[in-house]
């Protein structure tokens, strides 16, 4: 796929060969931030827009045409997938998913299905198509998923939560039960992240947003065994996987051997978690998203702080430790890709 591309930087630093200057991309780059995301947002509602192909090629594209970051991200959501298996799922505005049957019983996971992902996620492997004919080799695509445990979260807790009280319960009290449904989890992202690759993406990412809740134990019974599963079941052609985590989970020299980047957030020093895996894997992050709702000159002066810190270091790509926020000035994300292109230059 490198032949094909006009900018293979974002690629080349997930394998940690030579770039000219560090790559920067940014979680939920394509959205509320951005004034054209805007419109198109105000003329329908947030799950038609993730299931109409063209309106989804067109957000993704969006970031990459008018601020120039150096991949692009598929718009689309982590809890297609618990949809796809049978979960009604709901978005309200302002207060995030919901699922109005939460997962509390076997028989509730009993009834889960592994989807036919081409028929049932059919709208999702469509987007990839049309975003890559938009991009035409501008810039490497970015399919993603959420972590099989993550997404278990959502699906018994019935949306976000700070206490977990559900889910915890379920793996204290029926671990059995919860490794069932994390079973199902996985063999339907399986099909799914294989079918993104078939569809073209370049590299995917899975986003383990909840496994910092758990303790290392559970972490490594509950969450990574699953990640190792699903990581090792993937069809990779090339293609690179990035493991997004908050916290440090259960300890990154375990982490590095599920994927060829980790995507940390700012609490983790980037310097030490490359010292940490002996350099084995790049790095992805990690600037504090609340950053950039100062002023351009502090971004810029973040940005360079980070750059430092991974100066002469093969496999950085330069992103946020977690999504972008709404209300982000967009001159200061200009200001942040500016800085990294020029402080992230390589002499």
């Known amino acids: 796929m490198l032949q094909h591309l006009k900018n293979d930087l974002f690629l080349r630093a997930c394998r940690r060969q030579t ?8 979680m939920r780059q394509a959205g509320r931030y951005l004034p054209a995301y805007q419109a198109v947002r105000s003329k329908v509602d947030f799950q038609t827009l993730y299931k109409t192909p063209t309106l989804a090629a067109e957000v993704t594209m969006q970031p990459v045409e008018i601020l120039g970051f150096d991949a692009a991200i598929l718009f689309s959501d ?81 949306g976000g939560s700070k206490e977990f009280v559900h889910i915890k319960s379920l793996m204290f009290q029926q671990p059995q039960l919860l490794h069932l449904l994390l079973e ?36 490594e019974e509950f969450s990574l065994r699953y990640m190792h599963r699903l990581i090792a079941s993937v069809k990779r052609e090339g293609v690179p996987i990035i493991y997004f985590l908050r916290g ?51 971004v810029r002066q973040q940005a360079k702080k980070i750059l430092n810190k991974m100066a002469g270091a093969s496999g950085h790509i330069f992103n946020l430790g977690h999504g972008i926020l709404p209300n982000t000035p967009v001159e200061n994300v200009q200001a942040l890709i500016a800085a990294v292109k020029e402080y992230g230059s390589v002499d």
């Open 78 to 158: 982590i809890l297609v997938i618990p949809e796809a298996m049978g979960l009604k799922l709901e978005f309200t505005e302002g207060k995030g998913p919901r699922f109005p049957q939460p997962l509390r019983s076997a028989e509730d996971v009993a009834r889960l299905h592994v989807p036919k992902i081409e028929n049932e996620l059919g709208y999702v492997l469509e987007a990839i198509h049309l975003t890559n004919r938009r991009l035409d080799g501008a810039v490497p695509l970015i399919g993603f998923c959420g972590s099989p445990w993550t997404l278990a979260t959502y699906m018994v807790e019935g």
């Open 19 to 26: 770039v000219s200057r560090t790559p920067i991309w940014i």
């Open 184 to 219: 199902k989890v996985t063999a339907a992202l399986v099909d799914y992240l294989n079918a993104q690759i078939r569809a073209g993406v370049h590299a995917v990412q899975i986003f383990d947003s909840w496994g910092y809740v758990l303790s290392p134990d559970d972490y």
């Open 248 to 298: 440090h989970g259960c300890g990154l020299e375990k982490l590095a051997a599920s994927a060829e980047v980790l995507s940390l957030d700012w609490t983790i020093d980037l310097a030490l978690a490359r010292q940490q895996t002996n350099g084995r894997v790049a790095v992805q992050g990690n600037l504090d998203p609340t950053a950039l709702l100062a002023t351009p000159e502090i």
